[in-house]
Every structure is written in C-alpha cells, then in structure tokens.
C-alpha cells in the first residue's frame, strides 16, 4: 500500500510538470463492443459465443487488448495453450468491464497485455492510463491465482507519432510501477522499433503505418518467447526446489 501511494505521488508529479496535465476523460460505452457486427473486427459477443460452442483449457497464455493483439497471429508464433482476445479499438477500461468475459473465465497462467494505444490516442492522459492498469493489476490479482501479468508497451507508429511524449510517459510510469510485484513485468517491444534516426522502423509496419506487419509481429514474437522461456525457467527451477524439499522431509 505504501508503494502505491508513492507510484501515485510519483505518477501525478510527472503529470502536473508535464505539458500533458489535462481534464480527465471519461470512458468510452464499452457496451460499443458487446454485439457482433458484420465486419472484420471480433467483439465480446462472439467471443462468449464461441466459448460455449468450444471447450477450452484453464491455465494457458492469453492475449488480450486491442486491435494489435486482434491481428497477431499468436497460434502460429507460439507454443502450448494460446487464447487470443483481442478487440480492435478497445481501452484498458474496456478490458476492465468485460474482464469476467474475456480473463477470469481462461484462468490463465500468464497474460500479455497491450492496451493504452487508443487510450492515448483518444486524448487519455498518462496517469488515467496508469490508473486503469493499477485496478485490473487489482482484478488479476483477486480474482485469478498465481498469474503473470506483462504489459506489452505501447508502440512508437508512424501514424500516432505525434502522440509518443505521452505515449512514451505511460509506458515510463508503468515499467515504474511494475518493478515491486514479482507477478508483473514490462516487456520491451518498444524500444527495437525506434529507428537509428530516432523514428519507428517503417517497415515493422503495414499501409496504415499503425499496426504491425510480418516483421514487426516476427519482432514482438522474439521478444515475447525469450520473456515466456525464462520465466518457464523459473517455474521448473522452483518445482525442482520444492520437489527437493518435500524429499527431504521424507
């Protein structure tokens, strides 16, 4: 509770100093992502509608944010129990309403989170951002054992460029904030898309120069499966020392 107090002082003198300071916004509807449309986006609906047509393991890796997390070919990239739930368009506080919906019903071992893109974007400020990410830490937390949480930062695009000091703030406050939970972990995707000249990597991107191409998945990928192997590291490291334990009270 101390540390939170102390992120919340820290994060809020960042604000204040900063150009950035502005009148909070208020969420979006969320309810704008329950019904299926006819369109190329996935909403919550179909993903309640799919789960109760198919069966699905607890204890896997989910993904879930917005519309880079939607469009990564996550089954191809990686090994074991993969569920994908992303939704184009979508903010940290969307996640957080359908969070019984699309997190605590898989009980994942481990989440990748990328979310406060459109946050930003939408002229959300760095310590709103923070804050939704602090009361779904909250949630995943309570309500799910023993579960990893990483936070997949938000990415430096052409397209949104202009929004980056802001962008890159967020991404600050929450590496920041991360460092005093062994549960949770900010994984640098962001940094190996900046550009010797200072500027995304151009090609990690498609047409739209905001989500990601072929390269820029193979990039996150790498990243993502290093990360996934140490901590499957961890864990076996862990089982063999309890394992040991217990032999010796035999």
Same mark, same amino acid.
């Given at each position: 509770?101390?540390?939170?107090?102390?992120?919340?002082?820290?994060?809020?003198?960042?604000?204040? #100093?900063? +150009?950035?300071? @502005?009148?909070?916004?208020?969420?979006?509807?969320?309810?704008?992502?329950?019904? *299926?449309?006819?369109?190329?986006?996935?909403?919550?609906?179909?993903? #309640?509608?799919?789960?109760?047509?198919?069966?699905?393991?607890?204890?896997?890796?989910?993904?879930?944010?917005?519309?880079?997390?939607?469009?990564? !070919?996550? *089954?191809?990239?990686?090994?074991?129990?993969? @569920?994908?739930?992303?939704?184009?368009?979508?903010?940290?506080?969307?996640?957080?309403?359908?969070?019984?919906?699309? =997190?605590? &019903?898989?009980? !994942? &071992?481990? @989440?990748?989170?990328?979310?406060?893109?459109?946050?930003?974007?939408?002229?959300? *400020?760095?310590?709103? %951002?923070?804050?939704?990410?602090?009361?779904?830490?909250?949630?995943?937390?309570?309500? #799910?054992?023993?579960?990893?949480? =990483?936070?997949? +930062?938000?990415? !430096?695009?052409?397209?949104?460029?202009?929004?980056?000091?802001?962008?890159?703030?967020?991404?600050?406050?929450? &590496?920041?904030? %991360?460092?005093?939970?062994?549960?949770?972990?900010?994984?640098?995707?962001?940094?190996?898309?900046?550009?010797?000249?200072?500027? +995304?990597? +151009?090609?990690?991107? =498609?047409?739209?120069?905001?989500?990601?191409?072929? &390269?820029?998945?193979?990039?996150? *990928?790498?990243?993502?499966?290093?990360?996934?192997?140490? #901590?499957? =590291?961890?864990?076996?490291? $862990?089982?063999?020392? $309890?394992?040991?334990?217990?032999?010796?009270?035999?």
């Amino acid at each position: 509770m101390k540390f939170l107090t102390l992120m919340r002082i820290v994060a809020l003198f960042f604000i204040l #100093i900063s +150009p950035f300071h @502005i009148i909070a916004q208020e969420n979006p509807n969320p309810e704008r992502y329950y019904f *299926s449309k006819q369109c190329r986006e996935l909403f919550i609906e179909q993903f #309640i509608n799919w789960d109760k047509k198919n069966s699905f393991s607890k204890g896997g890796i989910l993904f879930v944010g917005s519309s880079s997390i939607r469009l990564w !070919p996550t *089954s191809q990239y990686f090994k074991g129990n993969i @569920i994908n739930r992303g939704f184009g368009g979508s903010h940290l506080s969307d996640i957080i309403y359908y969070f019984d919906h699309i =997190v605590e &019903k898989y009980a !994942p &071992k481990t @989440i990748l989170l990328y979310a406060g893109d459109n946050d930003i974007a939408d002229n959300k *400020s760095p310590e709103q %951002v923070l804050d939704d990410f602090i009361e779904l830490t909250t949630l995943v937390n309570d309500k #799910i054992d023993y579960c990893t949480l =990483v936070f997949i +930062p938000i990415k !430096p695009s052409p397209s949104r460029w202009k929004y980056w000091p802001k962008m890159k703030m967020t991404n600050d406050l929450i &590496k920041l904030y %991360v460092k005093d939970y062994e549960n949770l972990y900010y994984l640098d995707t962001a940094t190996p898309m900046i550009g010797e000249n200072g500027r +995304p990597i +151009p090609d990690l991107f =498609v047409s739209d120069s905001l989500h990601l191409s072929t &390269k820029g998945y193979d990039l996150w *990928s790498s990243v993502a499966n290093s990360f996934l192997d140490s #901590i499957s =590291v961890k864990d076996n490291s $862990l089982k063999i020392n $309890l394992e040991y334990i217990k032999n010796m009270f035999k």
